[in-house]
C-alpha cells in the first residue's frame, strides 16, 4: 500500500467526501460509468474513493441484475396465464411449471 493513502477510517477532505457522494448520485446518471470511472482515476490517491467508487458500482450491478430477474419474473406473470388459458381452451390439461399436476386428482 502506498504511503500517501489513507488508512481505512483516515481522515478525508471536502473534495473527497463531494465526490464520494457524487459518485454515489451517479447512479441516476451514468450507472457503471460514473462509479469505474471515479475508481481507475481515482484509487491510487484517495482509498476513500476507491472504496466508494467500489461500493456505488457493485450495488448498481446488482440492481441491474435484480431488476433484469425481476422482469423476467414480471413477463412470466403475465404470459403464463394466457398460455396456459390457451391452452385450457383447446382443451388440454397444461398446467404452470412447478405445480402441474396439482389438483387433478388422482
Sequence with gaps: MSASLQPFGGDTTDSERTLGLAVHLATFVIPLIGPLAVYVFKKDESRFLAYHAVQAGLFQLIVALAGTVTCGVGFLLLVLPIWVGLKAQ????????????????D
Excluded: C, Q, T, V
Design 90 to 105: 383447446k382443451g388440454e390439461w397444461a398446467g404452470y411449471p412447478l405445480i402441474d399436476g396439482f389438483g387433478k386428482g
